[in-house]
């Protein structure tokens, strides 16, 4: 079954540490993002890239890194700039150049700091 | 600037009463999208449904409907006979139409609980 594929489901970060998540994808969407939940709020987009090898920061980019080397990875790493982190991440994918597609998620990591 | 407002935060009924969780949009754009989406306990959020600003007839899709009026920016959802299934987070997003991706912009979201 094609799918959004996020790892691990929990994370602890220390003090001062950097720590990636991982998200793949096997629906051969072209764009994929990253958004941030804390309780009680919306979704909050971090970064997001259209292709390969290219990304854009969205509203809380700060902290925060990604990468694109291949079209079904986008892993995001959360620095010890980030002050922060404890939330809930989500990623998605959808069809590129289609905005009026809905976007497909995975189903989260949860990062704690110890 | 978007965005997109959900003034209820949370909502309590018993169940098989019916339900509306409002959502009011702000945006510059003449071509836009909304959508809804569900957030179980496990986390993952679900589409249930995507409509554009060209097409204002309502939507019914089993024990769900949708009310989109452009007049007063509005998009609302209502669950007719709800079930304890249907206890979740609801969101409401709007499209920004950025070629080659899509920007969506959330509600805070609407926690849903269906009592027994």
């Known amino acids: ?114 | 600037a978007q965005k997109v407002t959900q003034a209820q935060t949370e909502i309590s009924v018993v169940e098989k009463e019916d339900v509306t969780l409002d959502c009011v949009y702000e945006t510059r754009d003449t071509t836009y999208y909304l959508f809804w989406y569900k957030q179980p306990p496990s986390g993952e959020l679900v589409f249930l449904i995507r409509r554009n600003s060209f097409d204002e007839q309502n939507e019914i899709s089993g024990r769900y409907s949708w009310n989109f009026q452009k007049s007063t920016s509005s998009f609302n959802f209502t669950i007719t006979a709800s079930q304890v299934v249907d206890s979740a987070v609801y969101f409401c997003a709007l499209s920004e139409g950025v070629q080659g991706a899509q920007k969506l912009v959330f509600g805070q979201g609407t926690r849903l609980t269906i009592n027994p």
Not at chain 1, 15 to 36: F, I, K, P
């Open chain 1, 1 to 114: 079954d094609g799918g959004i594929t996020q790892s691990p489901k929990y994370l602890f970060r220390k003090e001062g540490q950097n720590v990636t998540l991982s998200c793949e994808q096997n629906l051969n969407h072209d764009a994929m993002y990253w958004y941030r939940q804390d309780p009680g709020q919306g979704l909050r987009l971090i970064y997001y890239s259209q292709i390969v090898n290219d990304f854009q920061k969205g509203d809380i980019a700060e902290g925060y890194s990604v990468s694109r080397e291949k079209k079904e990875s986008f892993p995001l790493t959360v620095t010890s700039a980030q002050k922060n982190p404890t939330a809930f991440y989500l990623c998605a994918s959808s069809p590129e150049g289609l905005y009026n597609q809905p976007q497909h998620f995975g189903d989260g990591t949860r990062l704690s700091i110890l």
